[in-house]
């Protein structure tokens, strides 16, 4: 057998194969995925200390409002593209959003004083709810992937906020 028909042979009876089989065995587990970007509906963040998130944002109503340098309460609407949802949603996915337990921390009196994050992301079929406790003394990996997703939306929110505000 020639050395081409050899390569022609090899890739028959192992390539095409074992490509078919990831198609087939894949396909299905991605097209059920539970969070898909096609299925977005909102994201809602709401930040702040003690008991009372003071700042927040809101995608369906684009209202978005915070607490400055200067303690005065600003309000806003601020309206995601289509751009920044998918990047948040890709971020979500590669950190593993979707993995995490509903709560990193716990309530505790030190927390008053404490930050706290509130992160929810809604779809079709399911949704996602995180509150993140900033004194999280657990598994440091599972702080910093949180921290790191809510440094993603606070920076697409600030990109978001200097678009509209041209």
């Known amino acids: 057998m020639s050395s081409r028909g050899k390569k022609i042979f090899l890739a028959l009876t192992i390539v095409v194969p074992f490509i078919i089989y990831c ?3 894949y396909r299905p587990i991605l097209k059920n995925a539970p969070f898909r970007k096609a299925d977005f509906v909102s994201m809602q ?18 209202k978005y409002q915070y607490v400055n340098s200067r303690d005065s309460l600003i309000s806003k609407k601020v309206f995601l593209k289509n751009d920044d949802i998918l990047y948040l949603h890709s971020k979500a996915n590669e950190i593993g959003l979707w993995n995490f337990p509903d709560t990193i921390g ?28 900033g004194d999280f003394d657990g598994n440091p990996k599972l702080l910093d992937a949180a921290m790191q997703m809510r440094k993603v939306i606070e920076e697409t929110l600030n990109q978001a906020e200097k678009r509209s505000g041209k």
Not at 45 to 62: F, I, M, P
Not at 115 to 131: A, L, Q
Request: aromatic share 16%.
């Open 23 to 25: 198609v087939i065995y």
């Open 45 to 62: 963040y709401k930040w702040g200390v003690k008991d009372t998130l003071e700042n927040e944002y809101n995608s369906v109503d684009g």
């Open 106 to 133: 716990v309530k505790s009196a030190k927390s008053m004083s404490i930050p706290r994050y509130d992160i929810t992301f809604n779809y079709k079929e399911k949704s996602k709810h995180v509150v993140i406790y």
